[in-house]
């Protein structure tokens, strides 16, 4: 029996899509034609990214080549990215006014920094995502450098704020350089959703090299010379860096499609719209109806085999499995002086071998999805 043809579009290649990617040349015999929607042919991972901050990495050695996944398995790279979504028309607008049609369609934009309620935030700071956004913090802080020591300041005491802190400490030594490098965070304590040993480490590991933490130092605007706090006070910096916490894209509200409050595509445990079972996703653009999870990577990586499953039982009438997860995970912070902080929901512990581990996990996750 000859199938109908039918389009599955991949919306980002980010973590919850690599492994569909990889496994894409099981579609086509399946009577599916695949494609991939994403900005760029790479795809950062953010794991390595303060290490590629620091330039213990190379861009390389942090990146996925998307397009050569997709190709592998038959389909097509269209570099672009989705504007809206017209869901009842089953089609994409791109920013480019390109227009292309689906018939079921997946989508893993990620999220990106808030820049909303810091006044000038968009001209006078780097967000830390897009994660190659950091190789500009990079050559921002060198630059800086050949003036002198640079004021570095970074915006966030959560662990993506924690870790450039250290990384860029670490890009300063390697460059035999000066600066004065602060993390100003908006509460009374670094890592407030972690445990209270692992808030200690890091503050440790931060002030012992220098790294000054400015706490209850809530950011209202960034100026070409200093960031200036609620209460007015200005601390001088020449680069900014915004580590302030991550919401999903605009997309799915502007297209009217359900959403959670901040914005993301609602979705059920099958990891499929609420609305539209031809819309899937997953990673830090999906809300969970009634569980939802922090936007991590650790869980956009969980979700990303039972989305591939699920997008093959689309097709082939299965009935599709639901994404239930653990709530606990361990994250290993690399703090840029070779050292690593594990915290866990109980263990918490530092060291070089935590940062070992760290880079045998990451390197190990990247070879998976290389090509030979
Ligand atoms: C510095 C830093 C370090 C981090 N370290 C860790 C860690 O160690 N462990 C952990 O669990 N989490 C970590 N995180 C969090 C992690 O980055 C995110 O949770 C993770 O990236 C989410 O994966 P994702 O695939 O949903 O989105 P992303 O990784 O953001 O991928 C989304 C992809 O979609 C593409 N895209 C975006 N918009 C469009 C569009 N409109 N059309 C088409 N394509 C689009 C992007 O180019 C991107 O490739 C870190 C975050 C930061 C900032």
Wanted: glycine share 10%; with cysteine; net charge positive.
């Amino acid at each position: 029996m000859v199938r109908e043809k039918k389009r599955l579009v991949f919306v980002g290649g980010g973590h919850a899509h690599l492994y569909s990617l990889k496994h894409a040349h099981r579609f086509p015999p399946l009577g599916v034609e695949t494609t991939l929607i994403a900005p760029s042919r790479h795809h950062y991972y953010s794991g390595m990214g303060p290490g590629m901050l620091s330039g213990t990495y190379e861009p390389e050695q942090i990146r996925f080549d998307v397009k050569a996944l997709i190709e592998s398995g038959g389909g097509d790279f269209v570099k672009g990215k989705v504007d809206s979504i017209d869901p009842e028309k089953r089609m994409l607008i791109l920013e480019s006014g390109e227009r292309i049609d689906y018939d079921f369609v997946s989508f893993n934009v990620g999220s990106r920094v808030v820049l909303e309620g810091i006044s000038g935030a968009k001209d006078f700071a780097f967000a830390v995502k897009p994660i190659e956004n950091l190789e500009n913090i990079r050559k921002a802080v060198l630059d800086t450098m050949r003036k002198g020591a640079p004021k570095i300041c970074v915006i966030g005491g959560g662990p993506a704020g924690v870790e450039l802190a250290g990384n860029i400490w670490r890009l300063v030594q390697e460059n035999q350089g000066r600066a004065d490098i602060a993390v100003v965070n908006s509460g009374d304590r670094l890592l407030p959703a972690f445990h209270q040993r692992a808030r200690r480490l890091a503050r440790k590991s931060l002030t012992k090299r220098g790294i000054r933490i400015l706490d209850n130092f809530r950011v209202q605007s960034i100026d070409r010379k200093a960031v200036v706090s609620r209460s007015d006070t200005r601390l001088d910096c020449d680069v900014a860096v915004l580590a302030t916490g991550v919401v999903p894209p605009t997309i799915f509200a502007r297209s009217g499609l359900r959403t959670s409050e901040d914005g993301a595509l609602l979705v059920s445990a099958y990891l499929q719209s609420v609305e539209y079972p031809e819309i899937f996703g997953g990673g830090d653009c999906i809300t969970v109806e009634g569980h939802p999870f922090r936007r991590i990577g650790v869980y956009a990586v969980r979700q990303a085999p039972i989305l591939f499953q699920n997008l093959l039982s689309y097709r082939t009438a299965r009935p599709v499995k639901p994404f239930r997860s653990r709530r606990n995970y361990g994250l290993i912070m690399n703090m840029g002086d070779g050292r690593g902080i594990y915290a866990g929901k109980y263990l918490v512990w530092s060291g070089r071998l935590a940062f070992r581990l760290k880079h045998r996990i990451d390197t190990r996750f990247m070879s998976q999805f290389r090509l030979p």
